[in-house]
């Protein structure tokens, strides 16, 4: 998984007025796809549902994405906590708030950028463009 600043996640985000959102659903979901193996994600659909649903569907995709994170991290025998069920909360307060799902996404960067490193420790360099994993971007600007 390539590493993103979640600040820099959630004001892209607030700054296009939620496209980077979708953006940055697609590629980390396609990221964590590659990674972890898992044939039944696919991140066009999930961002297609997304708007369909009005961002109800952009509520599963964090809290599935989330719960992968830490079978994942479990599965490398890394500590971390499981903030799945927090991100679903946080998903369904956005319908009452406005603006939860931007931490939702600085969240999920964070575990994502956690995920990330168990790769590198692991030996697998998420950076190498030869890797599949990279979107051509520097790791850590987004």
């Known amino acids: 998984m390539e590493r993103r600043s979640p600040l820099i996640v959630v004001l892209l985000t607030m700054v296009t007025l939620g496209i980077y959102g979708l953006y940055w659903m697609w590629s980390t979901t396609r990221e964590l796809k590659a990674l972890t193996g898992r044939e039944h994600l696919h991140a066009g659909l999930d961002v297609l549902?997304?708007?369909?649903?009005l961002g109800v569907w952009g509520i599963w995709v964090g809290y599935r994405n989330a719960e992968i994170v830490h079978r994942e991290m479990e599965?490398?025998?890394?500590?971390?906590?499981?903030?799945?069920?927090?991100?679903?909360g946080?998903?369904?307060?956005?319908?009452?708030?406005?603006?939860?799902?931007?931490?939702?996404?600085?969240?999920?960067?964070?575990d994502y950028n956690q995920l990330?490193?168990?790769?590198?420790?692991?030996?697998?360099?998420?950076s190498d463009p030869g890797s599949g994993f990279g979107m051509g971007l520097q790791e850590g600007v987004l």
């Not at 599965?75 to 679903?88: F, K, M, T, V």
């Not at 990330?116 to 998420?126: P, Q």
């Open 49 to 53: 549902l997304t708007l369909l649903t």
């Open 90 to 110: 946080l998903g369904l307060l956005t319908w009452v708030t406005g603006l939860s799902w931007l931490v939702i996404a600085g969240v999920l960067q964070d």
């Open 75 to 88: 599965r490398r025998g890394e500590a971390h906590s499981d903030r799945s069920l927090p991100i679903l």
């Open 116 to 126: 990330s490193d168990a790769s590198l420790s692991d030996g697998f360099d998420s």
